[in-house]
């Protein structure tokens, strides 16, 4: 199993940052992604997660409105949107693959995507 | 929202020593629903343990889960260098899934 996600990005305040986690060596759409995040020197905080299976969502109330996950079965991609973004976003972003319904716990994590976001 | 509390902060152990970290949470959370994961600096965390005791694949025994209800505690049972990070706990068992803050194991 292996989840690579996409290069660091430097966005400025009020853009949009669209973070990509390509999956293989499993069947992508029979578990869903989480994507949690982590900023400088601190712990972790879950965002949402999606079924890959049937497209269902849900988010942490925190970034209710302001991110979007969706998922791009034809090539076992992931994808996490976060938009209006503040200099509190800049952060680590993971994306996760959970364990078997209803499990949710994070059995395979990408790398990481670093996000700055900077005037 | 379930709040996970781990305790202490910062353990600092020498190889070769027991360590033992917990994690509280603010109300009773099924078994089923509560992991625990390690990183390391620069990396993403690691699965440990599932479901309170259950190992993850490739998991040393030296590494084992317990706990029910509200108190939860991750142990180690030998400390081997590479076991030093930081530990998080993660209760998944209702959204939003939240984590503890975090248990950095030290080298003492």
């Known amino acids: 199993v292996q989840l690579v996600q996409s290069g660091a990005e430097v966005q400025k305040p009020g853009a949009s940052v669209k973070v990509s986690c390509k999956a293989s060596?499993?069947?992508?759409?029979?578990?869903?992604i989480s994507w949690v995040r982590q900023a400088p020197g601190q712990g972790l905080e879950w965002m949402g997660w999606?079924?890959?299976?049937?497209?269902?969502?849900n988010y942490a109330q925190k970034f209710q409105g302001r991110v979007t996950l969706t998922t791009d079965t034809s090539t076992s991609t992931a994808h996490m949107e976060l938009r209006s973004l503040r200099s509190d976003d800049t952060a680590v972003y993971f994306c996760?693959?959970?364990?078997?319904?209803?499990?949710?716990?994070?059995?395979?994590w990408g790398q990481g995507t670093l996000v700055t976001v900077s005037s | 929202e379930i709040v996970l509390t781990q305790s202490p902060g910062t353990l600092s152990l020498s190889p070769g020593e027991r360590a033992t970290l917990s994690c509280r949470a603010s109300q009773s959370v099924s078994s089923s629903y509560l992991a625990w994961y390690q990183q390391k600096p620069g990396q993403a965390p690691r699965l440990l343990i599932y479901g309170a005791s259950s190992r993850a694949t490739g998991i040393p025994d030296r590494f084992s889960g317990s706990g029910s209800g509200t108190d939860f505690t991750l142990t180690i049972s030998r400390l081997e260098p590479e076991d030093f990070a930081v530990y998080y706990c993660h209760h998944y068992g209702s959204s939003p899934y939240t984590f503890g803050q975090g248990t950095k194991l030290e080298i003492k």
């Open positions: 060596g499993y069947s992508f759409d029979s578990y869903g």
């Open positions: 996760a693959k959970e364990g078997a319904a209803p499990y949710h716990f994070f059995e395979y």
């Open positions: 999606i079924s890959v299976y049937n497209g269902y969502s």
